[in-house]
């Protein structure tokens, strides 16, 4: 088994040490050990690291892949958990799809006045659905 310091695992993976020692904090990476005043990490350490960056870019949180990387040995990747996930990927690329298509439209429309126009008019409808999505609920008067 090839061993790698800190530094080296950090310059394969272009992570840097502080990330790598939080991932460690966190039970996703385990060192083995260290040389000197340095962590020592197994080579396949690289292979996890590729792990946790394939799921931290389908948007998976920090504690959702520890929980599908097993602590000894491969992945426990819970697959009806991928697949909602890529439902939701799905539901977002759909609706950046139609922002995009709509914002394309607003810059070629040959109207005047952009709110005269039934694209952009949707296309503003569904920013609307968007911001109500995000807006706290109304505070109630407190009754008394």
Request: proline share 5%; glycine share 8%.
């Amino acid at each position: 088994m090839k061993e790698l310091d800190i530094g080296k695992v950090a310059r394969w993976s272009g992570l840097p040490a502080s990330t790598l020692r939080y991932y460690e904090e966190k039970g996703l990476i385990r060192s083995i050990g260290r040389s000197g005043l340095k962590r020592v990490f197994a080579e396949s350490v690289l292979q996890r690291l590729s792990l946790i960056a394939l799921g931290r870019t389908a948007g998976f949180s920090l504690d959702d892949i520890a929980e599908m990387l097993a602590a000894e040995g491969g992945p426990a990747i819970d697959r009806e958990r991928l697949q909602h996930k890529a439902e939701q990927l799905d539901q977002t690329i759909r609706r950046l799809s139609a922002i995009r298509d709509g914002l394309r439209h607003a810059a070629l429309c040959p109207a005047d006045n952009h709110l005269d126009c039934p694209t952009f008019q949707r296309l503003m409808g569904m920013a609307s659905k968007q911001v109500s999505r995000h807006r706290p609920a109304p505070a109630v008067p407190e009754q008394g």
